[in-house]
């Protein structure tokens, strides 16, 4: 049998993958590999098992990608939340963002930012500077490096870059924010 893949949307760290697949599990669907917005099935499986698992999935914030399109959105996310927080390898640090996606897609990067913009009402430069800034608001709370190594760990210019780019998104400095703490953090699948 051919191997069949469901896409899911809002899946963006290894607790979601643990969660499907207990899910998974619950409702007897044999699958292979549960990876970051995918779920690979060893089986095809029936039209209740597909309403369960809808259902299962909504009560949990995900759900299945019916179409082309919203599946090259969602892989689009997954590759810019792994860059934004610096979890890819070091060639792919030093990559431009449009390189990296179109790379990895295999699209033109103009296709793959005016489809990004027209479902998601913003750019995909913009949905990357927000990844960034939560892991930075994540080092911040932490309290663990200070702003010049985050800086440097996050590859911004300079402290004063980074600094005003996290104004500019929080309309707070890392400093002060560092005292109001992880109030202001927001979850992955709700940027």
Known sequence: MAESILLVKNMVCQRC??????????????????????VHLADTITAEQDTSLNSGLAQIGLELIDNKKGGIIEKIKQLVIEKGRNEVNDVEKKMKLSVYLSGK?????????????????????????????????????????????????????????????????????????KKVGSVRRKLLDKI
Request: avoid cysteine.
């Open 17 to 38: 993958v643990m969660a499907v697949e207990n899910m998974l599990t619950k409702l007897a669907i044999k699958f292979q590999k549960v990876i970051i917005g995918e």
């Open 105 to 177: 897609l295999y699209h033109e990067y103009t296709y793959l930012s005016s489809l990004f913009s027209s479902i998601e009402g913003r750019t995909i430069e913009n949905y990357f500077i927000e990844q960034r800034i939560e892991k930075v608001k994540e080092l911040l709370v932490y309290n663990e490096m200070t702003l010049l190594d985050i800086s440097v760990e996050m590859d911004y210019s300079s402290v004063a870059h980074l600094s005003s780019q996290f104004k500019q998104v929080t309309g707070l400095t890392p400093s002060h924010f």
